[in-house]
């Protein structure tokens, strides 16, 4: 018989075929060889139409995934649509790649995962794991879960010694306005608000990997 492709025999109309070694292909059948997958490509699995398991070939993307012809990892800190998996690049001149992503949340996957999935807590379906699951309310970049319980008297005191400081600033700068004015400590403080405000938001204003 022919092998069918994923095996391959020394001889022909072997009866028994030999499956391809973890890192190596064949997408074609009746060979006597498995193809070895090069180093920053890795192997997408396919269907025929009589059902059969095929693989083909594909590159990874230069960011974001880590491919060394056997295993691919990710990065960290980056997402890509879950349908496409693995993501790769075509074989066309230039390749079209699976767009990759820069998280805005810690719910993506770790550094060195295999599998593009969000963490718990966090939404699997949505873009970039940027939306917190049922049960989670959002804190800064991370999705914490919710205990039911009210705030504790711990961050009340906060929020009311900051409450305090705040409305002391103000005060203050009222009562000093005109010499904070000559001075042009106003124009100095929206300087560097706006570079806070920049510097903050980097991620989310520049998440695309080009």
């Not at 997958?37 to 990874?60: D, M, N, P």
């Not at 608000?193 to 998440?207: K, R, W, Y």
Request: net charge negative; hydrophobic share 35%.
């Amino acid at each position: 018989m022919n092998c069918p492709s994923s095996s391959y025999s020394n001889v022909t109309n072997a009866a028994e075929c030999t499956e391809c070694e973890i890192g190596r292909f064949q997408n074609q059948e009746g060979q006597f060889f498995c193809r070895g997958v090069k180093f920053g490509s890795t192997l997408r699995e396919s269907k025929t139409a009589e059902g059969v398991a095929t693989y083909i070939e594909v590159r990874c993307p230069t960011v974001g995934v880590e491919c060394n012809g056997e295993h691919l990892t990710y990065t960290g800190d980056v997402w890509h649509n879950p349908d496409d998996f693995p993501p790769g690049c075509t074989l066309t001149n230039p390749p079209v790649c699976t767009p990759m992503y820069v998280c805005v949340t810690d719910g993506c996957p770790e550094r060195g995962a295999e599998t593009m999935a969000c963490k718990v807590g966090y939404k699997s379906d949505s873009p970039i794991c940027a939306v917190c699951d049922e049960g989670y309310f959002p804190q800064l970049r991370t999705c914490k879960k919710c205990d039911g319980s009210g705030p504790s008297v711990a961050s009340i005191a906060l929020f009311v010694v900051a409450l305090l400081v705040v409305l002391g600033l103000v005060a203050m700068v009222v009562r000093h306005r005109r010499f904070l004015a000559s001075t042009g400590a106003f124009a100095h403080a929206k300087i560097l608000v706006s570079f806070a405000t920049i510097m903050l938001t980097v991620d989310s204003q520049f998440g695309i990997i080009w």
